[in-house]
């Protein structure tokens, strides 16, 4: 398994954790759309992040591979 990929899952897992956790607070004061957000937010960051580390790693690979010849 790749590091990104790692990372990844791990982030889910808190994000997951954090939502569970939060939802009563945010139904309790009627928030909903604020909770969605702010869940929307955080996987697109997440998935940024996946996309930016998966690009270093190819260009990580090509370097060595150049380096090699």
Known sequence: ???YDIITIILLGYLAI???IG???FIALGKYW???GIITATLAIIF???KT???KEE???KRR???NR
């Open 1 to 3: 398994m790749k590091k």
């Open 18 to 20: 954090m939502a569970y």
């Open 23 to 25: 939802i009563d607070t």
């Open 34 to 36: 604020e909770y969605a």
């Open 48 to 50: 940024f992040l996946r």
């Open 53 to 55: 580390l998966r690009k």
């Open 59 to 61: 260009l990580r690979k």
């Open 65 to 67: 591979e150049e380096n």
